[in-house]
């Protein structure tokens, strides 16, 4: 059984939250600096909508907006923008005549991975000299932690 005191575990949690601020910050950097490699004045914030196009490679304006938990209306006016940067297009969805499918272009995919290219290796060179079972304990406890599950 767990023998920290109430405050043991309070100073814990604060201190955890410390670092996801840190992480967080780290990570709204990466995601400006990558936004601006892709297109010079990109906001994160169509970044993030890209990226997710990306991973879905292809998705619905509704799903998209969804997912994101965003406003349809912001989300549209975001995939015009990608729409005439070449980086994504539009083909009828043939489930639902009446939406379109959202997909990453050659070009969009393309400037993706050069504006990323600066940042890959830098998590891997980070933990090369943790052991690997503690890469896996980690990626258990986040997933824990953003799921809701118990460790």
């Known amino acids: 059984m767990d ?38 004045g990109m906001l994160p914030g169509a970044y993030k909508v890209f990226t997710t196009i990306v991973r879905r490679e292809s998705v619905t304006l509704s799903a998209l907006a969804d997912s994101l938990m965003a406003d349809k209306g912001q989300i549209s006016r975001t995939v015009r923008e990608l729409e005439d940067l070449g980086l994504v297009s539009r083909t009828p969805d043939p489930s639902d005549g009446r939406s379109s499918l959202l997909s990453p272009t050659p070009l969009g995919l393309e400037r993706l ?12 060179e980070s933990l090369e000299s943790w052991p690997v079972e503690q890469i896996r304990d980690l990626t258990r406890l986040l997933h824990a932690l953003t799921s809701g599950e118990m460790p």
């Open 3 to 40: 023998e920290t005191t109430g405050e043991e575990r309070a100073e814990a949690v604060r201190a955890l939250e410390s670092e996801f601020s840190e992480l967080i910050t780290r990570v709204r950097r990466v995601i400006a600096e990558n936004a601006n490699r892709v297109s010079p």
């Open 113 to 124: 991975a050069l504006a990323r290219a600066p940042q890959e290796g830098i998590l891997m």
